[in-house]
């Protein structure tokens, strides 16, 4: 299965500790996406990296939220000292580098993060 | 500011019953117009993309069609298995990156 992986599925943390989230993109594609889903909300836009370099993370929170997409390696969406509103879906996805269809985001399962 | 709209925000159809999601859009210029079905649980899954008014596209009951404010889902002789949330997203040109604006989907319920 080529698609865009994330893991773990599903995060449950305690308030204050720290939740790692990781996305590998479909094989080719070098683009990198974030998005958000909070309960009965639409997604919301986090960050865009390309290899080793974050593009847009105008949709990113001020404090406590940061996203690495290293040469090697998944990407990662680290949430530090994590709060109950940070519970929610988030998703990855990824598109190609140029190209027919190169606007286009495939995404993966998401994982789903509890704050407890 | 970048907008989209859905309407309705959710839809119970019988089985057979065709019928049409809106989507309405505000951008400064429009790169590109997304459609993407999502089941519960589970992440969106890809289906169209529009670039320009007039364009349409189609796949199995579904057909999106764009014009220079709205886009259109039309879903003929829906079956259960259609039913999910259907979400539809903009790529602006403006900033120049990639980001989708989504609209808050409109959930189908498609009954025997």
């Known amino acids: 299965n080529a698609g865009v992986m994330q893991n773990p599925r599903h995060l449950v943390r305690r308030r204050g500790q720290e939740a790692r989230l990781r996305c590998s993109p479909m094989?080719?594609?070098?683009?990198v996406y974030w998005y958000r889903q909070l309960p009965e909300e639409g997604l919301k836009f986090m960050v865009y990296l390309q290899k080793e370099n974050i593009i847009d993370e105008s949709g990113m929170p001020k404090e406590r939220f940061s996203a690495e997409f290293p040469k090697e390696g998944p990407s990662i969406l680290r949430i530090q000292q994590v709060v109950r509103g940070d519970s929610a879906a988030y998703f990855c996805?990824?598109?190609?580098?140029?190209?027919?269809?190169?606007?286009?985001?495939?995404f993966g399962p998401g994982t789903r993060l509890t704050v407890t | 500011e970048d907008q989209v709209t859905q309407s309705p925000e959710a839809l119970r159809l019988q089985e057979g019953e065709s019928s049409s999601l809106n989507c309405s859009y505000t951008?400064?210029?429009?790169?590109?117009l997304f459609w993407y079905r999502q089941d519960p649980g589970k992440g969106p899954e890809f289906l169209f993309t529009?670039?320009?008014a007039g364009e349409e596209k189609e796949k199995e009951r579904l057909k999106a069609t764009l014009t220079k404010k709205e886009s259109f889902l039309h879903i003929t002789a829906p079956k259960p298995e259609d039913s999910a949330t259907y979400l539809c997203?903009?790529?602006?040109?403006?900033?120049?990156?990639?980001?989708?604006?989504f609209g808050a989907g409109t959930r189908l319920a498609v009954h025997p």
């Open positions: 996805a990824s598109s190609p580098t140029g190209g027919p269809g190169s606007y286009e985001q495939y």
């Open positions: 997203a903009v790529q602006a040109l403006s900033g120049g990156y990639n980001k989708l604006i």
């Open positions: 951008v400064s210029g429009l790169r590109g």
């Open positions: 094989k080719g594609h070098s683009h």
């Open positions: 529009l670039y320009s």
